[in-house]
């Protein structure tokens, strides 16, 4: 029984994906005879041609149709289009499909006013990259994380985690934290086990420390959530703030971190 929701998702799909077909030129793709064209852009036939489907099947899509289309296919249409990242993973999302070739880390540039934003917050914040590992962060965020975010110490969080003695001053309900983190982590991580630095990471960690071997054998899966972070500053009282994560860009892997100070 066709649902609602799956209703208006191929309703969608057809939507982007014929909006697509008809703001390419059909010059710029090789069909030089314009006559007879009733519509923008390229008919169906020369759509499903240059992206390695059969007419048909490529007409159902159009005419929202009950069609499943493999990952491979849906590459194949984001390929054709000359899609962004963020169209990309939109086509993606609509044909129901993990893409099988994610986009990397955030172009070079993007980020520029992100980083403006993070330096002039009067709060700790932070910008993980794919891997977990520290670009950019603000001063009250190096006087937080002492041993990570100041001088010259190891950026990737989860090595900060699991190898510094400074993360267990630092972090009162340590092994808890530790826990959720790594959870977090691979649900984040799960698309990009294979990416080699994510590997070694994985690798490294399992040798090196006996509480992540625990834990990573645990399977445990959490999607990164807010909420009360406690830890101890410099002189080793308590302060209390309020996490949020954002991911800034769409398609992007970065992650902003900001901790306000928790009002009970």
Do not use: C
């Not at 963020?86 to 129901?96: K, M, P, S, T, V």
């Not at 099988?100 to 002039?120: K, Q, V």
């Not at 445990?220 to 703030?241: K, N, T, Y």
């Amino acid at each position: 029984m066709i649902t609602a929701p799956d209703m208006a998702r191929r309703r969608a799909l057809a939507g982007f994906v014929r909006a697509q077909r008809e703001r390419l030129d059909p010059a710029g793709h090789g069909f030089l005879d314009l006559r007879r064209r009733r519509t923008p852009g390229l008919r169906r036939e020369e759509m499903a041609q240059i992206a390695g489907l059969s007419a048909t099947w490529y007409t159902w899509i159009e005419q929202a149709r009950d069609v499943s289309l493999s990952a491979s296919a849906v590459a194949r249409l984001a390929r054709a289009f000359g899609l962004s990242p963020a169209e990309r993973a939109y086509l993606f999302d609509l044909a129901g499909r993990e893409d099988p070739e994610p986009p990397g880390e955030d172009p070079p540039g993007t980020l520029n006013p992100l980083l403006r934003m993070i330096e002039a917050l009067p709060y700790p914040a932070y910008m993980l990259d794919g891997a977990w590992t520290a670009r950019a962060w603000n001063g009250p965020a190096a006087e937080l994380f002492r041993g990570w975010l100041d001088g010259a110490a190891e950026r990737n969080l989860l090595r900060f985690i699991f190898l510094s003695p400074a993360a267990v001053a630092l972090i009162p309900d340590h092994a808890e934290r530790a826990r959720r983190v790594l959870a977090e982590f691979r649900a984040d991580t799960s698309r990009h086990m294979a990416e080699p630095a994510l590997a070694m990471l994985v690798a490294e960690l399992k040798a090196g420390a006996p509480l992540f071997a625990r834990l990573w054998e645990a399977q445990a899966v959490l999607g990164r959530e807010g909420g009360l972070r406690l830890f101890r500053d410099a002189e080793g009282a308590l302060v209390q703030f309020e996490q949020v994560t954002l991911v800034p860009l769409p398609g992007g892997r970065s992650k902003l971190v900001v901790l306000t100070p928790f009002a009970p």
